[in-house]
């Protein structure tokens, strides 16, 4: 999808949508068609011929991305910096200084061949609320700061640098762009030797709003238009590595043969069976495999895949690890294979605060909006912002229920009502203490 094509569907869509900003506070309203305008031009950086975007974190097009995106904060009144893991971090100063930051954020960075919605909606919200604030001559009494975190697609890396949970061990991990964490981070204009500078403690913040879709198709199949997120699930990601040998394909017997990718299937098996063997919402997925050498003719001797378990309980996550543990040596044995477990990303779950989703759902319906209480099965900043104070969120729609997908859409509309949330949620959390 071209540019053009992108904002006709998004007018169509709109029905025309635009809402002007006013003076009084209550009536204020973020410009719509303004946010729509920033995503289509957003859109451009990695498009890709499916209609969504690559722009994965460490890319060139994540960078040229990032330097759009810097170009809109700084047009909204914020003064932007790029800290040490490469987050855009913009602020304005706030009529007391002695107030503790009031923070919104999200993402640009996408997974490969994603779409044009997931960490945009909640960035171009954010930055939008900013600029309604400026236009309307209104200061917020704490400063007030927009951070586009880097890298959340690879595992929150960089709200896991602000929070003080960044593991060495993640500095060599391969990224989807070719580098390392460690070269990304410099890429984007970070320094890698020094994120014990941006590091935040518990209370450093007043709170933390986050705007996105999401990324499921209960709103929209129910037609309800705001979700209050009441928890975001933790996510642990392990890089499985399965050594057998590899030989020739046609004059090994089938009794033979020591198949690593053999081994991976029945794993593969394995961890379906376990996740759906007990009750809940949790979730396994093998979403990343690949054989060595790599040929028709070879019985490959080498799989590394990557594992993912999901759940709002912690120590869920880790009983189905063990049982996947377990499951994985008769299956090594039978295969004449090594199986080999290494953690390479734990996002832990959390919940939002109870006194924002409140509010969330208060302002919503202030708004005429209609809302729906819901955990997040999406990873997000969020959760790791929460160790550092009170967090909410709020999602719109995401027409059926596609993401992390070019095919992925939010209706304009859907969009300028969880913005004008945001705007006042916001702004009711500025005259809170909720410390
Ligand atoms: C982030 O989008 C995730 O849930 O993986
Ligand atoms: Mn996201
Ligand atoms: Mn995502």
Sequence with gaps: MNRREFNRSMVIAAGGYFIAPRQAPSALRVNGGRIVEHLSALSEFGKNS???????????????????????????????????AGNLVGRRAGTDPARK?????????????????????????????????????????????VIIFSNEEGGTIGSHAISGEFNEK???????????????????GGDPDKLASIRRKPGDIHAYLELHIEQGGILDTEKINIGVVEGIVGITQWEVKIEGFANHAGTTPMNQRRDAMLAAAKFIQAVNQI??????????????????????????????????????????????????????????????????????????????????RRLIDETAKGLRLTTKWMPSGAGHDAQEVARLG??????????????????????????????????????????????
């Design 275 to 356: 996740v759906t063997s007990v009750p809940g919402r949790q979730v396994g997925t093998v979403g990343k495999l690949q054989a060595w050498p790599g040929a028709y003719n070879v019985i490959p001797g080498k799989v590394i895949l990557g594992l993912e378990l999901r759940d709002l309980d912690a120590a869920k996550v880790t009983m189905l690890y063990q049982k996947i543990r377990e499951e994985a040596a008769p299956i090594g044995k039978a295969t004449g294979t090594t199986f080999n477990f290494t953690e390479t990303n734990t996002i832990v779950p959390a919940p939002t605060d109870e006194r924002i």
């Design 170 to 188: 993640y500095f060599n991990l391969i990224t989807n762009s070719g580098k390392t964490i460690r070269d990304g981070i410099r890429f984007i």
């Design 50 to 84: 499916q209609g969504g975007v690559s722009r994965v974190a460490y890319s060139e097009a994540d960078l040229l991305g990032r330097e759009y995106v810097m170009g809109l904060m700084r047009a909204a009144g914020l003064e932007v910096k790029v800290d040490a």
């Design 101 to 145: 930051p009031l923070v919104m954020g999200s993402h640009v960075d996408s997974v490969p061949e994603g779409g044009n919605f997931d960490g945009d909606v909640g960035s171009m919200g954010a930055i939008e609320v900013a600029q309604t604030l400026v236009e309307n001559k209104l200061t917020t009494r704490h400063p007030l700061e």
């Design 390 to 435: 009170p967090v909410g969120m709020i999602f719109v729609p995401s027409v059926g229920g596609i993401s992390h997908s070019p095919r992925e859409f939010s209706r304009p509309e859907d969009i300028a009502n969880g913005a004008n949330v945001l705007l006042h949620t916001l702004l009711k959390l500025d005259q809170m203490t909720l410390q």
